[in-house]
């Protein structure tokens, strides 16, 4: 139906369109552009890069692993198990007709970062000249199998020619974090990768796999983990663990960022009544809140910067999780509460010198109610970059638009691309510095600021934020 | 006060403004200015059509019947009775008064789509060249009214001129739809003219109608409603009814778009109840919700497209209600939730592949925290264009930047007028092709997205979409 | 780190970059300009200009006041102590260590409305030509002290230089407004200054000071209120008295905009529970929209304008309240409900020729959904200007578009400062002209306004509206 055309690579891209703003927004871009990368939160998984084994094939490195690019094809009516979600590697035939099937739907993608990044990843990184159609997709396919084959196309080359300076992983509490060890360890690797803690399912006391986990807990902390206190004592232990392997974050999502605490008996009892599966509901989110504000008080300890990103109804289409498992693209966001839910924990926290809070939402409404305000007086405080669904071209101006007023740039922590897809890290980077010097572009045309004064902000977000806020 | 000027009616109105982008912006939209009309929802009265009597005189035909005119007067300080509401039809030289009143407050409609259509009528319509004023407000009634006398005029006449391809009413399930019949049968007609099934106060059961309702749809599907298994087949009929009429639809208004179920002796029970008088408020939207579940499951049976739009308190002023009846410009828009209160009806038929979803909101907060994830998803769920206070410009730019980025332009269901003003179909439709050019051209300027993508997204906007969503 | 550079003084800030848009903008821009400012609502203080008392010295003209200053400020590490908050007058030399801290951090501000006005009255009323910093702090001090000991920049000196035409304060009901007495009675002063009734704490019974309130109610009303009917003519008493000295308004602020009577009897039960500390929080809630709703009717009786701040979570921070006291910048907003809640009055009042009752917001998300729709039906309903961390260009911008389409330029109450800082109001307010001249621009230069109704429109928003709705 279209005729095969040109990846969209124009060297002013997603700057903004009247030439005085653009003149400007090219000078700022210009200025970051080929500044390292700091990656302080994403879902990369460290062994990748101690095993640097080859990417097995174009379908396994761009599609299947990727719930941003499956969601849309199934919505257009491609079965998730025809996209080869949930079935481990594919037969060569297999992938190809993937990648097929991909193609032949690129159009769905129209509007979307996600077809922005699978563009500037096939153009920039596999020097892919067209734009995919049903008719070329074997040749890309085999173009990119190509390259994948070759040395410098393996994670470690990539890792270097993206420039990234640090990546922060996202693990288990339990995890031992033998691959980070393997990579400190090695000498031929010089890049920074560093683990983060994330312990949401230690939290949640009323769900299937919480006992097998907090018992998991136990063996791996070498902490009796049958008393609350217990709990307290192992998560200290695997943070402190965490420490010692370079961590500089802890990461957690719930439906809520209630902070609420209970006396320290109601906490025990609690616990203990959800061990033998005896605890509500009500009770178990009670408990939860409890244990985000002790990861607060821990933070306090340890230092480790706290990010939070809530309010996701996980799974929202049971028979397609069953079948699928989790992050299969019906995670769906609800409506979220920060200024009520974080009171008790800043009201105790909120100006401690330790404690660094990164606030991440998907609801929208939150940022000039209650987000911005909050950073804007809380020493502790700071906004994570919009996130997931809102890491876009006008989602992220919306942002821009809806904090910047109330609390500066100071009080945001810079991007996180909290990528899954390796190859999408550096165009993810460079999407978020295009944007934010287009913005700063417009606040200098209309006067509200000077240039050097946008220079100085724009590498400060680019660097300055994301090594200060998480302490790298 | 502001002396006779011109209608605003210059040929790039609505078009971005930088020049660059405003000429991508004419090409596009260029290519789909007289594509025809395809109308799946709106509130015409197929009678209209039918009878193809002459529209009784301009107030009649402009203000009177259209909440959207009247409210904004009535906010100024205008009676509604003094702009003829809910006296049915006026005599001549009050009729004259209403349309004086209008024309010497022209300015209170200044900036608001209320004005931009009535100016787009009265230009394009019926010629008229000056913007109205106290003064000139008799000149223009007369030369409407003169026009209004011509055949030319008369309903099929403009349905023609229109180039109304297709056009939904909304109607009661009880509606023997003898209307739609004639049309269908009437060889000197050849435009498609489809019912569409309304059956909002028959899942209402704690209503003061509803009594009367479910006994009335009893009677007309011959079905006993003494029960909820009666009242299930009598919907049953009636749908079925409305599908050999021609209805592709059904639409629901309610305080929620909640769908969980009930168990069947439970929603027995409460129906039984109601028919007494002895349900509470409480079992009545539960009943409500188990009905609308059950209204998706007949729409996978039966192919009908389901249209959601949640979430109005109507009637607001009581008093206005009962002077002057429904629809008369006080419904005010209430916070609405999608992600959980569909969860039920998702995972039950969410991907089944007869249904299709249409939903519609007012509270923007919605579109991309919730809409756009759950269409970026589910193969039957498609957002529907801004509806009522929103389809209005800054609005659908704003509707189109929420949700593009998350779910992209095939999980939209093309513009919608729900239009109650009948010549202001054809200025509705030509604002909504405006601002998709506008916005596409936005994209293509800023490399997002190549030219030719962009006419064959416009395209499928203007008549794919709808054809496709609407099953037209 | 930055070098010492200019003020951004650019005639043309704030207006639309695009330059056909910025050619109309700075017409309408100019014929507004020079108007006399109209501030219906603001908190200086009368005795300000009733001593005319030169004001002390830089830091308590311009930082330590100021929430909107020191919040950014305590959130960038400086701790409130250190910007002399809560501590009365300064010595100099502590005064001076202020500034300092304030100028070396003048990069926490780039992007906020602090800084622009900040910079605008430091250039227009100081003449101050560099940017601040760390370096020429002492001697930008030294230039504002100079000036402050100059008879011209006296409190009454800049109110003639501004050009303000009507200033209210706010006042509590108990007050006895002498200052306001003694400006009006003074033949050398020619500006109105009026007072505002601002009721909160009487209304809320179950907080720690309502009884020490209510007890001195009675007394300067010389009623008992020791009933419900006591309160009531007690406030009846002190509107009266408000009213003869000048007042056309009252402001209220509570958690939510609540309007729900209770019967008689249980209004005047909850009154009596709470005068002897018996009544819950819940009943407090239920007195205190009952007393909304009192408010109201008396607004119809004695035609004071009745404004809604709704909506904020005072003193977030309890230890800073504890130690700095109420208004130290940790006010956060909270999401709120304008539909339901108002139902009740709006159903009594609404249409009532005497009412007028203008809303504002923290919550976004609340223009379009509920404000808009209603202040478009409601004679007796108006739009408040963005309000706090809304007062500033891009959410301005957002407020207009939000709102215009639904309900116009009519039925918003004109810009409204709200200011602390004395030196911000006219900054303030041009601010608001320049923004208001760009939105129209837009509208202009996209075809969906004439130029000539423009500026109409926006000489009505300058003065006309303000002096309408506030019956100035």
Aim: aromatic share 8%; charged share 25%; glycine share 6%.
């Amino acid at each position: 139906m279209s005729v095969s055309a040109g990846l969209v690579r124009h060297p002013d891209r997603l700057l903004p369109v009247e030439p005085s703003v653009r003149a400007i927004a090219r000078r700022l871009y210009g200025s970051v552009r080929d500044l390292p990368i700091v990656s302080p939160h994403g879902h990369v998984d460290a062994r990748l890069l101690a095993d640097d084994a080859p990417f097995p094939d174009p379908s396994a490195l761009l599609v299947t692993p990727d719930h941003y690019v499956t969601r849309l094809l199934h919505a257009s009516g491609v079965p998730l198990g025809d996209l080869g979600v949930g079935r481990g590697p594919l037969p060569e035939e297999e992938s190809r007709r993937v990648w097929r099937r991909v193609c032949a739907r690129w159009h769905v993608f129209r509007g979307t970062p996600v077809r922005y990044w699978l563009e500037a990843e096939l153009a920039e990184v596999f020097d892919v000249q067209e734009r995919p159609t049903a008719e070329n997709a074997d040749a890309i396919y085999d173009q990119v199998a190509t390259c994948l084959a070759k040395d410098t196309y393996r994670p470690r080359g990539l890792f270097e020619r993206f420039g990234i300076e640090v990546l922060a992983t996202t693990d288990d509490p339990c995890d031992d974090l033998a691959p980070h060890a393997r990579l400190a360890a090695d000498p031929a690797f010089t890049g920074r990768v560093l683990p983060a803690f994330r312990p949401d399912r230690y939290l949640e006391a009323t769900r299937p796999d919480w006992l097998a986990a907090v018992a998991r807990l136990g063996e791996v902390a070498d902490t009796d983990t049958g008393s609350y206190r217990g709990w307290v004592a192992a998560m200290e232990q695997r943070r402190a663990y965490f420490v010692r392997h370079g961590a500089t974050s802890t990461d957690h999502s719930h439906d809520d960022v209630g902070t609420e605490p209970l006396a320290a008996a109601e906490a025990e009892r609690i616990y203990r009544a959800a061990l033998t599966g005896n605890a509500t509901a009500r009770e178990g989110a009670a408990l939860r809140r409890h244990m985000l504000l002790e990861m607060a008080r821990m933070s306090c300890d340890d230092g480790l910067t706290m990010m939070l990103h809530p309010a996701v109804r996980r799974g929202h289409h049971r028979p397609t999780l069953t079948a699928y498992g989790p992050d299969t693209g019906h995670d769906i966001p609800i409506r979220v509460e920060f200024t009520d839910a974080l009171r008790p924990l800043l009201e105790r926290f909120g100006t401690h010198p330790n404690l660094r809070l990164v606030l991440f939402t998907l609801d929208e409404t939150t940022y000039s109610r209650e987000l911005a305000p909050l950073a804007g007086f809380y020493p502790s405080v700071y906004l994570g970059a919009p996130w997931w669904f809102l890491d876009a071209p006008d989602a992220v101006l919306r942002f821009r638009a809806a904090v910047t007023e109330t609390t500066g740039f100071t009080r945001t922590a810079g991007f996180i691309d909290d990528a899954r897809g390796f190859c999408s890290i550096p165009v993810r980077h460079d999407m978020a510095r295009r944007l934010d010097s287009g913005f700063l572009a417009r606040l200098v045309a209309e006067h509200r600021l000077d240039e050097d004064e946008a220079l100085d902000v724009l590498a400060d977000l680019v660097t300055g934020r994301p090594r200060a806020v998480f302490r790298l």
